[in-house]
């Protein structure tokens, strides 16, 4: 498939990166701005675009286009993308508010074109699980969940849009998203939200979703201090804990017995983002790349993406 890259900064990298390993992802060009992501395209030997008409013209066969520009910037990509017949792949969060996310649905659907938001945590071996032992009733009803995602204040993204709410979203938007997408699709929308914020230590965020017969906790931040990144969950099951502390999978079953979970991965690539090198991206890309190319959906829903943004939108 032939794949226009647009945004060639830490993500963009990421993909590029990572594509670079998969048969058939075939990264034509990028749609950049400005001599930073120019001279980028050219340490990579990939053509350089202003616009994604000015790359159609030069490659007339693109099947889609790769999403990596700040946030604010994806529903416009989107859309035009859409309206050049091309399918869309598009980093996380798709939009910043349910009704960006809509119109971008409602043009994909008119065109009959698919759109893959990139929530990475969907195709890895740490948090797939979830949701497979939730529906399996194996261990019984859930009792309780609680997710950490922390990570120093970020300092790598270009310019200063990640710091600006109306272009990122800030914490909610760019951070808990991962968890929240994983919640939202494990255990359904929530009945009841709250939440709480911090700005004395950087942003630092607290949330709670009832669920009824349970809650689910979760906190995500960008510190003012060098922690490093972490993302950790435990959920309890009337019959078993499941924990992920950043380095194990375990089910800790009740009668004594505990699960290992392999969450090894075959190819592990370096990110040069805050985050260690790891197959995630990788399994990704590769999952959607199948897809796309056999015009299936994305497994991550579009209702599951507007429920999300939803909840999003109240914090
Ligand atoms: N899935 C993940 O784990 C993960 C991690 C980090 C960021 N992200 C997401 O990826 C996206 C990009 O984040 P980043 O950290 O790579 O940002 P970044 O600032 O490092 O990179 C953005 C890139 O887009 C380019 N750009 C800016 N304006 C543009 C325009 N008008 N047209 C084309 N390109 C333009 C920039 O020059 C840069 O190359 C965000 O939506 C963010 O939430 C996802």
Not at 99 to 123: H, N, P, T, W
Not at 134 to 157: H, L
Not at 227 to 251: C, H, N, Q, W
Request: proline share 4%; charged share 25%; net charge negative.
């Amino acid at each position: 498939m032939n794949i226009l890259l647009i945004g060639l900064g830490g993500m963009g990298k990421v993909h590029y990166a990572n594509a670079s390993d998969i048969d058939g992802f075939n990264i034509v060009g990028v749609v950049g701005k400005g001599d930073f992501d120019r001279k980028e395209a050219e340490k990579r030997a990939l053509p350089f675009f202003s616009g994604i008409d000015e790359a159609l013209k030069a490659f007339p066969d693109i099947d889609a286009v790769d999403i990596t520009t700040p946030t604010f910037l994806h529903k416009d990509y989107a859309l035009e993308a859409i309206s050049r017949n091309l399918d869309v792949i598009c980093e996380k969060p798709l939009a910043l508010s349910t009704s960006d996310a809509s119109q971008i649905f409602m043009a994909a659907e008119e065109k009959g074109r698919r759109v893959y938001c990139a929530q990475v945590l969907r195709y890895t071996k740490e948090y797939s699980p979830i949701r497979k032992t939730v529906e399996s009733g194996k261990y019984g009803a859930v009792v309780d969940a609680v997710f950490s995602r922390m990570s120093a204040y970020p300092e790598w993204a270009t310019g200063s849009w990640l710091s600006d709410k109306s272009k990122s979203g800030l914490v909610p938007f760019d951070l808990h998203i991962h968890d929240l997408d994983i919640i939202v699709s494990s255990f359904g929308k929530p009945l009841g939200v709250s939440s709480s914020e911090s700005t004395k230590c950087g942003d630092y965020w607290s949330f709670c979703y009832d669920y009824g017969s349970f809650k689910v906790h979760a906190e995500a931040g960008w510190i003012k201090a060098p922690i490093p990144f972490s993302a950790t969950y435990r959920i309890i099951f009337e019959r078993g804990v499941l924990t992920y502390d950043g380095s194990f999978l375990k089910m800790y079953e009740e009668g004594g017995e505990v699960v290992n979970y392999d969450i090894s991965y075959d190819k592990i690539i370096s990110t040069g983002i805050n985050v260690p090198p790891t197959g995630w991206y990788y399994e990704e890309l590769k999952e959607i790349l199948s897809l796309l190319s056999e015009k299936k959906e994305s497994n991550v829903k579009y209702s599951e993406i507007l429920d999300v943004l939803g909840i999003l939108e109240k914090f």
